[in-house]
């Protein structure tokens, strides 16, 4: 158990309906907080679930996305158009869906470079357009691995030098990826987890209220920003507590 470095803002939801306007009102609220300080919003993505949760918010939130860009947290490091790809994933969604979204607000990652310089090179990218992320979305598996930090590779969460790194021998398919990494995540002015459904509740637990360090979802402690949990009701059933 360790502290928190700033209070843990812990929104529940009992539809998928109120999740959604949790998200595009965490949006709304970050966005126009940038927008008044700067001219872009950045916004870090994550894969797996939350894509069609955000794809929602989006679609339902009435918001102007014009100066906002999108990074990855982490990244498949398959082609653009393998199932895989987060970054595929999120095209194939928002491009047809969202009329609003262009593709030159993606910055992404080049997995046809080799996969150490293509870690380095999105780091390269990040550091040239942004020095503290605006807003990073999260998802958290079952194993509480959060971007692609995994409980199986415990050394990614000791990096304390670079921003994006590789990973190989990932235990949830595909093997190979690239990730943020503590210092860059922990530097963000937010950071926001959704997650979803009963099968995660225990996990919810043990990283948001016992805070195991065993988890890596436990380690995300932004130093100087505000750490949001937005969760369902079967992913939040462990957790009365703190609601
Ligand atoms: O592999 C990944 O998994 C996590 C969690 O996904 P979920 O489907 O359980 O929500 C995701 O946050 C990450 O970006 C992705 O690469």
Request: proline residues 7%; glycine residues 6%; neutral net charge.
């Amino acid at each position: 158990m360790s502290e928190r470095k700033s209070p843990l803002k812990v929104i529940p939801s009992a539809s998928e309906e109120q999740l959604v306007q949790a998200l595009g009102d965490l949006l709304k609220r970050c966005s126009q907080e940038a927008l008044s300080r700067k001219d872009k919003f950045s916004v870090g993505l994550s894969g797996g679930s939350l894509i069609q949760l955000l794809t929602k918010a989006l679609k339902s939130g009435n918001l102007k996305t014009a100066d906002w860009v999108f990074f990855f947290c982490d990244e498949r490091y398959v082609p653009l158009d393998d199932n895989d790809s987060t970054y595929g994933a999120y095209r194939a969604e928002w491009l047809t869906q969202l009329p609003c979204i262009q593709e030159s607000q993606f910055v992404r990652a080049d997995t046809s470079k080799p996969l150490d310089a293509c870690a380095a090179d999105y780091e390269a990218k990040v550091k040239s357009q942004v020095d503290q992320f605006d807003l990073l979305l999260l998802g958290m598996g079952p194993d509480g691995h959060t971007c692609s930090l995994f409980p199986e590779q415990p050394a990614t969460l000791q990096e304390t030098k670079c921003l994006v790194i590789p990973i190989r021998n990932s235990p949830k398919p595909p093997p190979e990826r690239i990730t943020f990494t503590l210092p860059l995540i922990n530097n963000a002015r937010n950071v926001a987890f959704v997650v979803t459904g009963a099968g995660k509740a225990s996990v919810v637990k043990s990283v948001f209220v016992d805070l195991d360090k065993k988890f890596p979802a436990a380690w995300v402690n932004p130093t100087k920003g505000q750490l949001t949990l937005i969760v369902d009701a079967g992913a939040g059933e462990e957790i009365t507590a703190l609601n």
